[in-house]
């Protein structure tokens, strides 16, 4: 009798913790300040940098279609890079400036997934983007006979067609590792967006194969990717000492420079965030973090390219003189 009352106290506990653990309807951001004249800076702070991420970026795309001897595959990689960057920073940028202002912090259990999926797709494609700028200035600087035999528009595209596939097959399984686990761990976010990191700390049950999980989707995603990254660059590293004019390596080294600049700012922040133990994780810092490779990664890509780059700053002069001779200024 007394084994009996114990089995239905067992499954009462159980039901009672089933029911407590249920999908969460809403999702509060609790990184966001409470004080209205700090969310109207967060606000104004934000926008002022958005607005720059979207001018540089559209500048950049605008260039290289607009002048036909920039239709070569480094700037239809370019140009593809800040359409997603765009897409990227789009995911998550007018949540957090929507939010800012609202009084009910709240995001959607479908929205958080939503822009989760997203934002992890589009940032692992962007890093497989720069993988594969890189395969193209090895190419380009190793085998410079064989460029266009090699670099022709079908593979290009099918380059960049793969980089979102394998991009957003990653986002899925990181969805699906986050989200399939009961939250109970509240439903505060110390964030302002849904990332990976503070989302997973509300999950309850979390076992070694869900964190060693997500670490395998990091380094799928950011990893993988920089190897490639180094190996191409190890050759062309070769291949530059092995030349003896001063003229031809100081071209070589001038055409990489501003894609490891661009590297070095994507892989640091999203191997901190991302490469480490759940344990680990810091609200505060991570906070800053994130907001460094949302929106920092974004907005100085079109500045270092166009700064380190003659053709797009000769491109971007035209096309802007052109639009202000239009306009009769």
Known sequence: MNEVRLFYRWELVGWMLQENCTEMLDFMLLAFPTQPEHQ????????????????????????????????TPMYFFLGTLSVVELCYTAAVVPQILVTSLQ?????????????????????????FLLAIMAYDRYVAICKPLRYTLIMTQELCIQ???????????????????????PFCGGYGIEHYFCDVPPVSQL?????????VGIFLSGIMAITVPFILICTSYLFIAVSVLQVHSADSRRKAISTCSSHLAVVAL????????????????????????????????????????????????????QVISHQLLRRGY
Not at 50 to 59: E, V
Not at 203 to 211: D, P, Q, R, V
Request: proline letters at 4%; a positive charge; aromatic letters at 12%.
């Open 40 to 71: 109207v800076l967060l606000f104004l702070g934000i926008s002022m940098v958005y607005a720059a991420i979207i001018t540089g970026n559209l500048l950049i795309i605008v260039a290289i279609w607009a002048k036909p001897h920039l239709h």
């Open 103 to 127: 009084e009910r912090k709240f995001i959607t259990f479908r929205s958080c997934c939503a822009q989760m999926f997203f934002f992890i797709g589009l940032g692992s494609a962007d890093c």
């Open 159 to 181: 380059l960049v067609g793969a980089s979102l596939l394998i991009g957003f097959l990653v986002s899925l399984m990181l969805i699906w590792l986050v989200f399939h686990l």
């Open 203 to 211: 999950t309850s049950n979390k076992t070694k194969l869900n964190e």
């Open 266 to 317: 994507q892989y640091g922040c999203c191997s901190f965030m991302y490469l480490r133990p759940s344990s680990s994780f810091s609200p505060k810092q991570d906070q800053m973090l994130s907001m460094v490779y949302t929106l920092g990664t974004p907005l100085l890509n079109p500045i270092i390219y166009s700064l380190r780059n003659k053709e797009v700053k000769a491109a971007l002069r």
